[in-house]
């Protein structure tokens, strides 16, 4: 196991260098001088370009200049922010925590309600519990995150008052301690929410398909015949076999969940660095820009590796090569 | 890197008798997909007729701001006191566009990619799997922002950068075919005959992964429509352009006045993509009757 995961680890290089090498061929694309993409538009001394210019090789070949770029990225150094006057790396270090708990609120409430629905979905197919959980999923995969995230707050937020429209903690009340986490919760359900929404669409489908497929099997016949109640079958029984593709899923998907939240956040000005990207595009503050994209990747990359560590525990029949 | 995920794949329900239709006739009897298309097509009508629908223009100051919807405005004003109604219609032709040139982008370069890992299979197929895997993971939302921002928004950065992003799951699907199909005797056939390696790929194999990239082209422009909206809705839009995802942006400031800001053109956009999510299923069903999921 230990040299599966080492192994695991080590593949990860190459793809973060991949991601390296994907940003630097976007920004030599870029109209104009690269010193452009490295600075931002916020402006920038000639001095401290002509520094940059230096630093960076951008007066040597290309393949050179390719190396110097991987070679900062490697030591994380990822640029400086002339609008908010801060590294890069620091800037986004700084950011992350929201964003994570965001992304785990609204992941947990996205499997658990997904597979619950997904498996009431497989108890009965077409029924009008499966019939309803259908529409559900193929609602949430058509709706805008943004939209339903503006809807949210339109409804919950500006009309009826319950929540907080938007930020991480309110304004004023240095509340700390158990109040203060209460606080963050309030903040936290909306986005959380929204976020969810979108992405449980996902996990209905593919629980309800992965169940009526396990529930064919010999061993969950064997089960009923045993005479083992209907709710030990499904959930003992076929829902540990029937998790594995949603396990295997999430990897795969967390890219694109991503995604979704940079949207959320924009929408409830959740302090994570999907906000951060939005404000450095309003500035056209490209070492953000670039850099966010970077490290989110690497990121999703490790959360990948994670999920596929967690799918080997999981199941047995996987070899740890 | 991950592995391969499992196809959501219902299996037949038992004791149903095979049914022997056309596909046409498959997709006529599934009634959400029918409900898909006829909304689909009122759209495309309403982007084709845009100008005569329109009862203003969507771009200049018409009327007093915010008004709320009523006669004369059925989708009431913006805060600079544009119809929304016409920012909905004109905003039909940007999405669709863009929808419809971003998937076909991806398609044909998922096929181009699929073909030669499949065809080739061996180290090709190797290398552009780790290629596609990488692209499949990776987030590409956010890769589409710094190409769009990178580039300067307009219709065609927007548009490439959709499609350049949107293949992997095409590509997989035409390998998958082209793995199945390679050593098949009437591959082998073409072969001996002389047929030339692009003969065989693109008349002999391809046409079998036909139904599987229809299905994922059909699913790929919703896709690419909610794409768009968020760049958008992120200030990447084309700035020359009305779109969904711009009006949707501009209401976030008039949230408490306007309720009928972000409620419409957002409902565009949920409606355009539900349809062609619609669609896209009830074509799934229609070609692979096999994997039926919906009762017929």
Known sequence: ?321 | MATTPTAPVAPRPPHQPRRRASVAGRFMRNRAADAGAVMLLVLLAAAALAGSLATGSAQSIESAPLAPPGPGHVFGTDDLGRDIWSGVVYGARVSLLVGVLAAVTSAVLGVLVGAAAGYYAGWPDDLLMRVTEFFLVIPTFLLAMVLVAVLRPSLWTIIAAIGVLGWPGTARLVRAEFLALREREFVMAARAIGHGTARIIFRQILPNAAPPVIVSTSLGVGAAILTEAGLSFLGLGDPNLVSWGLMLRNSREFLRQAWWMPTFPGLAIFVTVLSLNLVGDGLNDALNPRLRRTAG
């Open chain 1, 1 to 321: 196991m230990a040299r599966y995961i080492a192994r695991r680890l080590l593949l990860i290089v190459p793809l973060a260098c991949a991601v390296v090498v994907v940003n630097f061929v976007i920004v030599h694309l870029a109209p104009g001088d690269p010193v452009n993409i490295l600075v931002g538009e916020y402006g920038a001394t000639p001095q401290f370009q002509a520094e940059l210019r230096h630093r960076y090789g951008l007066d040597r070949p290309l393949v050179t200049q390719l190396g110097i770029y991987l070679q900062h990225a490697a030591r994380g150094d990822l640029g400086y922010s002339l609008y908010f006057n801060e590294s890069v790396v620091g800037l986004i270090a700084s950011r992350l925590p929201a964003t994570l708990l965001l992304m785990t609120s609204q992941l947990a409430i996205a499997l658990g309600l997904g597979v619950t629905l997904g498996v009431a979905a497989a108890r009965r197919p077409y029924s009008l519990t499966d019939n309803c959980a259908s529409v559900v999923a193929l609602v949430g995969y058509s709706m805008p995150v943004f939209w339903s995230g503006l809807l949210l707050i339109l409804l919950l937020s500006t009309t009826l008052g319950w929540f907080p429209s938007g930020g991480m903690t309110t304004v004023r009340t240095a509340a700390t301690g158990l109040a203060g986490a209460e606080d963050v919760l309030r903040h936290l359900v909306l986005p959380a929410i929204t976020l969810a929404l979108v992405n449980l669409a996902l996990y209905v489908r593919l629980t309800r398909a992965s169940m009526l497929e396990v529930l064919t099997f010999d061993y969950v016949r064997t089960a009923r015949a045993k005479g083992l109640a209907d709710r030990a079958v499904l959930v003992r029984h076929a829902l540990r076999n029937a998790l594995l593709p949603v396990v295997t899923v999430t990897g795969v998907d967390l890219g694109r969940m991503v995604g979704g939240a940079v949207l959320t956040e924009t929408v409830f000005a959740w302090p994570g660095v999907g906000t951060l990207m939005y404000t450095a595009l309003q500035t056209r503050d490209y070492p953000v820009i670039v850099g966010s994209f970077m490290l989110v990747s690497v990121a999703v990359l490790l959360a990948n590796l994670l999920v596929d560590i967690l799918y080997a525990v999981l199941d047995p029949r996987i070899q740890y090569r």
